[in-house]
């Protein structure tokens, strides 16, 4: 079993950066591939960023492409999403999620772990 808990989220002002954190317990994070998704009421949860679970390789959904970097620090069990240029758009709980393998998954069903979310606010 893996446990994922978030953090790093918060309010910020149109234009503005947040780094969320997501650290992993139970297993050895690095046998694991990663990705975050994000959710606004009343809607799917979306694919925002995943990284290769052999490390490398990273994806990302078109409107945060050149915004948002996916990155991972084995050493500490942590995921990172680095968020900069920030829109209201991008307003949402944003999820970390883990599944073992090595592969690249930009799919929700794809993931077996989840955490419990971190609300992001973007203010206009």
């Known amino acids: 079993q893996v446990q994922l808990v978030e953090s790093g989220g918060g309010l910020v002002q149109a234009g503005g950066s947040l780094r969320l954190s997501c650290l992993a317990s139970?297993?050895?994070?690095?046998?694991?591939?990663t990705g975050w998704f994000r959710q606004v009421p009343g809607k799917e949860r979306e694919f925002v960023a995943a990284?290769?679970?052999?490390?490398?390789?990273?994806w990302y959904r078109d409107s945060v492409k050149g915004r948002f970097t996916i990155s991972r620090d084995n050493a500490k069990n942590t995921v990172y999403l680095e968020m900069n240029s920030l829109k209201p758009e991008d307003t949402a709980v944003y999820y970390c999620?883990?599944?073992?393998?090595?592969?690249?998954?930009?799919?929700?069903?794809?993931?077996?772990?989840w955490g419990q979310g971190t609300q992001v606010t973007v203010s206009s």
């Open positions: 999620a883990a599944v073992r393998g090595v592969g690249l998954y930009t799919e929700r069903d794809e993931y077996d772990y």
């Open positions: 139970g297993s050895t994070f690095s046998s694991f591939a």
């Open positions: 990284l290769r679970g052999s490390g490398g390789s990273t």
